[in-house]
């Protein structure tokens, strides 16, 4: 695993699972209670990600944490 | 979901998995290539750890990213 596979896995996850909820960064910023441009750019891989923070997206998304780490949808 | 719970979960699992595999926290620091320190803080729940860390923890510990995140292991 490459030192950025983490933190890539993570912010498609999180994304692909906001898109599947219905949510817009700025719903899910509400929810979760982060800044919308800290979701904008988590999700687009600019951030390194911390433990608080990933339970506040995992809470806001209303999945697990290990949902956000599932790499089953990466295929390449 | 308390707000320290994904640390001691994370730092619960990091423990337990450390010891099945045998390894001090000195061992561990060196193959993860971080500090003993740090290591060590960490397990005691004292770190907010981030992405990049706990990639580093899961190949020094040859696990998946999700076994840390696993709470199974959690009773109460």
Known sequence: MKSNDVIAIFSQNMKELR????????????????????ISDTERGRR??????VEKIAAGLGVTIQELFNNSTITK
Do not use: C
């Not at 898109?19 to 800290?38: C, D, M, P, W």
């Open 19 to 38: 898109v599947q909820k219905g949510l817009t960064q700025e719903e899910l910023s509400f929810k979760a209670g982060i800044h919308r441009n800290y």
């Open 48 to 53: 390194n990600v911390s433990l608080k923070a």
